[in-house]
Nanobody, 123 residues
Framework: QVQLVESGGGLVQAGGSLRLSCAAS????????MGWFRQAPGKEREFVAG????????NYADSVKGRFTISRDNAKNTVYLQMNSLKPEDTAVYYC????????????????WGQGTQVTVSS
């Protein structure tokens, strides 16, 4: 059974930092690209960041470039999202996804999604 379990969300003041983690099990993690999406209340889910199977290639939404960093540890089957200089508009539920391809693709559907972790940034 495949599981993607996010953690690390919480309440933080604007300008603060959080690090999200997504622990994967039941799939060949080290051969798959991984990504992060988010969904704010009343808005559609949007792409945040993606990373290739070995971490050699990363992609970011313009809204988070320079503030967020995606990384992975294949030995731990975990992908991370370091979020710095947080803004109130970053408030959302953050989801990790597993792509079946080794290099991240921006798709509307992925094989697997996590259950999400809430990030709330207060002004």
């Amino acid at each position: 059974q495949v599981q993607l379990v996010e953690s690390g969300g919480g309440l933080v003041q604007a300008g603060g930092s959080l690090r999200l983690s997504c622990a994967a099990s039941g799939l060949s993690f080290s051969t798959r690209a991984m990504g992060w999406f988010r969904q704010a209340p009343g808005k559609e889910r949007e792409f945040v960041a993606g990373i290739s199977w070995n971490g050699g290639s990363t992609n970011y939404a313009d809204s988070v470039k320079g503030r967020f960093t995606i990384s992975r540890d294949n030995a731990k089957n975990t992908v991370y999202l370091q979020m710095n200089s947080l803004k109130p508009e970053d408030t959302a539920v953050y989801y990790c996804v597993a792509d079946r391809a080794p290099n991240f693709r921006l798709l509307t559907k992925y094989d697997y999604w996590g259950q999400g972790t809430q990030v709330t940034v207060s002004s």
